[in-house]
T-cell receptor, first 112, second 115 residues
Framework: GENVEQHPSTLSVQEGDSAVIKCTYS??????FPWYKQELGKGPQLIID?????GEKKDQRIAVTLNKTAKHFSLHITETQPEDSAVYFC???????????FGEGTQLTVNP | DTGVSQDPRHKITKRGQNVTFRCDPI?????LYWYRQTLGQGPEFLTY??????LEKSRLLSDRFSAERPKGSFSTLEIQRTEQGDSAMYLC???WGDGRASEQFFGPGTRLTVL
């Protein structure tokens, strides 16, 4: 089955700096790669996703890149703010409606 | 509120007892998913439904776990004879079909503690 690895497990940045989180996946059949943000005591919230027919997607301060050949994808957050502090999860699946396989998460801390 | 809702939010039970959780998906969504999340880990897939049909069940899912979605709307997840290892956050998500707009939206979860 699919296996998703995520790095780093913790990331601390200064407000205004950029943050990058990287994931690799094992199943070449995977075509859908969402990113979720989870705050303490809450369920995961979808922040951005990318499908295999594009290499990059951007939404304001958040961008995701995908390299299908190398089987890795990354989340980029620019101009970080304290409210960006949370746990971020990457995931992979064959389609957006099928089971998601999640990475182990990255605890992002943005210091004021 | 039009998001995914789960009930209860917290459940404390003694080992050996049965527990049941409920999930109400976003009203127009036909797919409903259950995941389990332990502390410091990502969510792990358990099972999912399209309408009332259970389409997939994780091989890791014990026979003590059963899920239903009898009318294709809300779903229940039952755990029989709970064990301490069942302590986790149980997350429900929903989506519409399997097309381009079928992102999975999660509820707040039910935190289970087995004593």
């Amino acid at each position: 089955g699919e296996n998703v690895e995520q790095h780093p497990s913790t990331l601390s940045v200064q407000e205004g700096d950029s943050a990058v989180i990287k994931c690799t996946y094992s199943d070449s059949a995977s075509n859908y790669f969402p990113w979720y943000k989870q705050e303490l005591g809450k369920g995961p919230q979808l922040i951005i996703d990318i499908r295999s027919n594009v290499g990059e997607k951007k939404d304001q301060r958040i961008a995701v890149t995908l390299n299908k050949t190398a089987k890795h994808f990354s989340l980029h957050i620019t101009e970080t703010q304290p409210e960006d502090s949370a746990v971020y999860f990457c995931a992979a699946s064959i389609t957006s409606g099928s089971r998601l396989t999640f990475g182990e998460g990255t605890q992002l801390t943005v210091n004021p | 509120d039009t998001g995914v809702s789960q009930d209860p939010r917290h459940k404390i039970t003694k080992r050996g007892q049965n527990v049941t959780f409920r999930c109400d998906p976003i009203s127009e969504h036909n797919r409903l998913y259950w995941y389990r999340q332990t502390l410091g880990q990502g969510p792990e897939f358990l099972t999912y439904f399209q309408n009332e049909a259970q389409l997939e069940k994780s091989r890791l899912l014990s026979d003590r776990f059963s899920a239903e979605r009898p009318k294709g709307s809300f779903s229940t997840l039952e755990i029989q004879r709970t064990e301490q290892g069942d302590s986790a956050m149980y997350l429900c998500a929903s989506s519409w079909g399997d097309g381009r707009a079928s992102e999975q939206f999660f509820g707040p979860g039910t935190r289970l503690t087995v004593l």
